[in-house]
């Protein structure tokens, strides 16, 4: 068949899309449907700092960080901490490439870290890892090679320092960059499904974490070949490999079968930016999630060199709620998990896949 664009419509692509489940859900359900699993992880889990702000993908774009981080009352404008004891900021990566200032940004962020030691986490994107390749295609003519040289370096020796990590678990939510799909999950877990989501979230990020390591150890000066299944961008982006927790594009997430992810397991990603404008549009919500909160993406499209939006994450005591600043320049607050918790109005299809709680289109 050829989709030739006379010939493709919505039809073909349920067929497609339909086929795909039909043939891809063979694995047996679980007792407890996937949704009530994340929602009890997260009323349980003792081990979530009490606040936690989640920024996504900024790209070169040091005003947006700053804004965020201002608004959430977490630093000043000079990026000192202001977050006092119980909060936690986390940063999704892609710190560089696309917008103007990635030197700017970056610099923020470590500032931020060096003055609240422990409470800020920063992760590496596949943009770091692919400058870190020498690939700067994406880079801003803004930035000198010399620039780029220099936060290669620096981005290598805080990997190697545990500044910068691939991944953060904290109780059932899992932080990295893109996340862990269906077939990578089945690559590196013998069975994910058989323990405690916080036990899986931490055993996935220790993973990360130490191939990242031991791929930055390699590293010959400021030139990196990161190796492994872990770091390739996989086959439907043109790479190799079922594709890395660097890599996942979210509607693999959001299409993927509740069963085939972890019960309980929520993976906070970023990497996929929104590409709607919450300033021009009040239906446009640049934090996505599964409806189920198996998966959540952050990357609101921050950066100049998307739509410039005002969003991010809060992780407040187990309860997860998105800030937008919207039309007129006003902060509007959802709240997810009651959304996805309080009600039963929205079971998982007969599939065993749950519809998106909202799109960003
Ligand atoms: C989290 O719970 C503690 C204890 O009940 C409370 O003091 C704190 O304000 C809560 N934090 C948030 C962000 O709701």
Request: with cysteine; aromatic share 6%; hydrophobic share 30%.
């Given at each position: 068949m050829t989709l030739s664009s006379a010939g493709w419509s919505p039809w073909v692509a349920l067929m497609v899309v339909g086929s795909l489940y039909v043939f891809g859900g063979s694995r047996a359900k679980r007792s407890l449907s996937s949704g009530r699993a994340q929602c009890e992880a997260l009323a349980g889990?003792?081990?979530?700092?009490?606040r936690m702000v989640v920024i996504g993908d900024l790209h070169g774009d040091r005003d947006a960080l700053v804004e965020i981080l201002v608004a959430a009352g977490v630093s000043d404008a000079s990026c000192?901490?202001?977050?006092?004891?119980?909060a936690v900021v986390v940063q999704l990566g892609?710190?560089?490439?696309?917008?103007?200032?990635s030197e700017g940004a970056n610099a923020c962020l470590r500032r931020l870290q060096a003055s609240a030691p422990g409470a800020v986490f920063r992760l590496a994107g596949n943009h770091e890892v692919i400058w870190a390749e020498g690939?700067?295609?994406?880079?801003?003519?803004?930035?000198t090679p010399a620039v780029r040289s220099r936060l290669i370096r620096m981005w290598l020796d805080e990997v190697s320092a545990g500044n910068v990590v691939g991944a953060y678990a904290a109780g059932p939510v899992l932080f990295t960059h893109a996340g862990f799909r269906p077939a990578m999950l089945a690559k590196v877990s013998?069975?994910?499904?058989?323990?405690n989501p916080a036990s899986v979230a931490a055993s996935l990020a220790r993973l990360v974490n130490s191939e990242l390591r031991s791929a930055v150890e390699k590293c010959s000066g400021i030139r990196c070949a990161f190796e492994g299944d872990l770091f390739s961008a996989g086959r439907d982006r043109g790479?190799?490999?079922?594709?890395?927790t660097f890599w996942t594009d979210f509607g693999i997430l959001l299409d993927?079968?509740?069963?085939?992810l972890p019960a309980g397991l929520v993976q906070v990603v970023g990497h996929s930016a929104a590409r709607c404008s919450a300033r021009a549009s009040p239906?446009?919500?640049?934090i996505r999630a599964r409806q189920d909160l198996a998966a959540v993406c952050v990357?609101?499209?921050?950066?100049v060199a998307y739509a410039s939006n005002r969003a991010y994450l809060e992780i407040r005591n187990g309860t997860l709620v998105t800030l937008t600043r919207t039309v007129g320049g006003a902060w509007r607050e959802r709240d997810l998990t009651a959304e996805a918790c309080?009600?039963?109005?929205?079971?998982?299809d007969s599939d065993g896949r749950s519809p998106p709680l909202q799109d960003a289109l």
């Open positions: 889990a003792a081990e979530l700092p009490g000192e901490w202001r977050g006092g004891q119980d892609d710190v560089v490439d696309r917008g103007p200032d690939d700067f295609r994406f880079a801003s003519r803004t930035e013998p069975d994910p499904f058989a323990q790479g190799n490999g079922v594709g890395g993927a079968d509740a069963d085939a239906k446009c919500e640049p990357d609101a499209g921050l950066s309080a009600s039963d109005n929205n079971p998982p």
